[in-house]
């Protein structure tokens, strides 16, 4: 006999509509409208492998990757080879490679779009991202707040000085307002998880990976976030237990923490 708890599998339909930002809440029947069954493609993208290039020349995407579940997908630019986007489940990607509203003025130089983990994407086609647009202004809106979350975390890292506890908390700052504003997070209790792996923080800030290892000990000696609570070393977990006195830190460009460096 089958278990009764066995959850019912949702169409991509609707697991666009519970659980990704850009498409949260509307009616289904209505979207399916726009989105039949055979133009959605759930795809599984490995970890640590190229999705496209952005930003090529005469080359554009034709479709938005919605992420379902699991999954990190990073923005590497080049020749520093530092990450300068992060997307969790519940966000998406592509956009600024659409051929469309705001893609049209988002241009840049050649970056490397990559799954640094195993990651469920639905793949939505460039054709119906117009005709949802044209339709919805929720959908406008949102679409528009995804360009503007964009920006706003590369002026989080222009802010990353060369102080290491400064510039992990700007990163922690950015992640936290993006995730906030996507309504991802906090939890009930206001923390914020992130999955970020110390080779991920390092690459954003521009630091070696032992600074960041000591940096997040120093965090979570003080209070500001639990890191590893296993012995796992394959959970990569950083979660932010006081986000407030986290933005003391992110202020603390010239001005020196206490527990930095760690004796």
């Known amino acids: 006999m089958a278990k009764a708890s066995k959850k019912q599998k949702l169409s991509p339909v609707e697991q666009l509509t519970q659980h990704s930002f ?60 530092r990450i300068i986007a ?3 489940p519940g966000g998406c990607f592509g956009m600024s490679s659409l051929p469309f509203s705001y ?16 990651t469920h994407v ?28 964009e920006q706003k975390f590369h002026y989080h890292l222009l802010n990353c000085s060369t102080y290491p506890p400064q510039a992990v908390a700007t990163l922690l700052r950015a992640l936290i307002y993006q995730e906030r504003e996507l309504g991802n997070q906090p939890n009930e209790s206001n923390i914020y998880t992130f999955d970020l792996p110390v080779d991920v923080i390092a690459r954003a800030c521009q630091l070696n990976q032992r600074t960041v290892e000591q940096v997040l000990k120093g965090m979570q000696q003080v209070g500001l976030i639990e890191s590893n609570k296993s012995n796992d070393s394959s959970t990569d977990l950083v979660q932010v237990i006081d986000p407030d006195r986290l933005k003391e830190v992110y202020s603390s460009t010239r001005d020196k923490v206490s527990w930095w460096p760690l004796r």
Do not use: H, M
């Open 122 to 149: 639905i793949k939505v086609p460039l054709v119906a991202i117009e005709q949802i647009y044209s339709s919805s202004e929720v959908f406008q809106e949102r679409y528009r707040l995804l360009f503007e979350l």
């Open 22 to 81: 850009l498409f949260r809440g509307l009616d289904s029947g209505w979207l399916s409208g726009y989105l039949p069954p055979e133009t959605l493609k759930i795809e599984t993208l490995f970890s640590n492998r190229p999705v496209y290039t952005a930003f090529l020349p005469d080359e554009n995407l034709d479709v938005l990757y919605v992420i379902l579940d699991e999954g990190l997908v990073i923005v590497r630019s080049t020749p520093l080879d």
């Open 103 to 118: 893609g049209l003025a988002s241009r840049a130089f050649p970056c490397l779009v990559e799954s640094y983990k195993t």
């Open 86 to 88: 992060i997307a969790y």
